[in-house]
């Protein structure tokens, strides 16, 4: 088994892998793991066509953690690898941890995940525990050396900078009119990043996360 022939299998359904590592004792895979690979959205069109699944008709909630669960179970089941998710706990996983194992993803000058390929926007719908040992690729140089750190000025509120993520200001702020930008089009935070601008992610997919993270009024 390739890692190049998994990521043949996840195109289908408009994901990825986003990079992967052979994890040790401490890093919490599950036993046996040789090989653990994270997934995420394949950018352009993963919102189009997840949205199209039959979880985003149903009416239930939770309609892609729930699609998220059916397409890359089905896929471990085939693989027969274990599936893992960064939702359903307690317990967690340590997902933010694992990122950062791959090489791939790193903490950007404002503290949140940066990924080389989805800059600020990257986030995991899922990850893949395989018993086999399979060659990576190396992870290419990381984005924020070269960077001009937009990032670090875009929050109008001061929310985001190097001492972490003040919680309590995001959301004061977006209970105000000019609030409804982040809401509607995804945090500037992340939009402000050059890696990001290149990603390809819709701002529908931004709107939706931002609605779970703070419901609009």
């Not at 653990?36 to 039959?54: D, K, Q, S, Y």
């Not at 890696?195 to 996360?209: D, N």
Request: glycine share 10%; with cysteine.
């Amino acid at each position: 088994m390739r890692c190049e022939d998994i990521d043949e299998r996840l195109s289908a359904h408009r994901l990825e892998v986003l990079g992967g590592f052979h994890p040790g004792p401490e890093d919490g895979a599950p036993e046996g793991c040789e090989t653990l690979l994270m997934i995420g959205p394949r950018e352009p069109g993963f919102w189009a066509h997840v949205t199209a699944e039959p979880e985003f008709a149903d009416g239930a909630p939770d309609p892609l953690d729930r699609w998220s669960r059916r397409v890359i179970g089905r896929l471990a089941c085939d693989l027969r690898a274990k599936a893992l998710f960064p939702f359903g706990g307690p317990p967690w996983h340590p997902f933010i941890g694992w990122a950062k194992r791959t090489g791939r993803a790193q903490a950007s000058p404002v503290t949140l995940l940066v990924h080389d390929r989805a800059g600020l926007m990257v986030s995991y719908r899922g990850a893949l525990a395989l018993r086999e040992r399979i060659a990576l690729p190396d992870p290419p140089p990381a984005p924020c050396a070269p960077c001009p750190r937009p990032c670090e000025t875009a929050c109008p509120v001061g929310a985001l900078n190097a001492a972490g993520y003040d919680v309590e200001a995001c959301r004061a702020f977006l209970e105000t009119e000019g609030g409804r930008d982040c809401l509607e089009q995804g945090c500037r935070v992340r939009r402000a990043c050059p890696v990001s601008e290149t990603y390809g992610r819709r701002p529908e997919q931004s709107a939706f996360h931002m609605r779970s993270f703070h419901p609009w009024r």
